[in-house]
């Protein structure tokens, strides 16, 4: 059975920093795209960072970019997302999820951590 568990969610004021932790367990680790999905209040769920199956080509939204940093522990079947310079819109429940094949549209998902940033 694939299980993902996010931990690392929490409170911060603008400018802070999280780092968000996903540990894996059911599948091959190191086979399967794995990255970070969000969905704030009233909107879509959106990717924000992930790997791809090969471990070869990250992919970083338009917002991540600069200022989140996606990392795998193969070790420890854990990916991790590093959040900085956090600002008010990047509040929202951030999800973990996998897939053999890719990022777009992953099969198994987590059940969510939320972050919450306030000015």
């Known amino acids: 059975e694939v299980q993902l568990v996010e931990s690392g969610g929490g409170s911060v004021q603008v400018g802070g920093s999280l780092r968000l932790s996903c540990t894996a367990s059911?599948?091959?680790?190191?086979?399967?795209?794995i990255g970070w999905f969000r969905q704030a209040p009233g909107k879509e769920r959106e990717a924000v960072s992930c790997i791809d199956e090969r471990g070869t080509r990250i992919y970083n939204s338009a917002s991540a970019r600069g200022r989140f940093a996606i990392s795998t522990d193969n070790a420890k079947n854990t990916v991790y997302l590093q959040m900085n310079s956090l600002r008010p819109d990047d509040t929202a429940v951030y999800y973990c999820?996998?897939?053999?094949?890719?990022?777009?549209?992953?099969?198994?998902w987590g059940q969510g951590t939320q972050v919450a940033v306030s000015s």
């Open positions: 059911g599948f091959i680790f190191e086979d399967y795209a």
């Open positions: 999820a996998a897939d053999p094949y890719s990022c777009s549209s992953p099969d198994y």
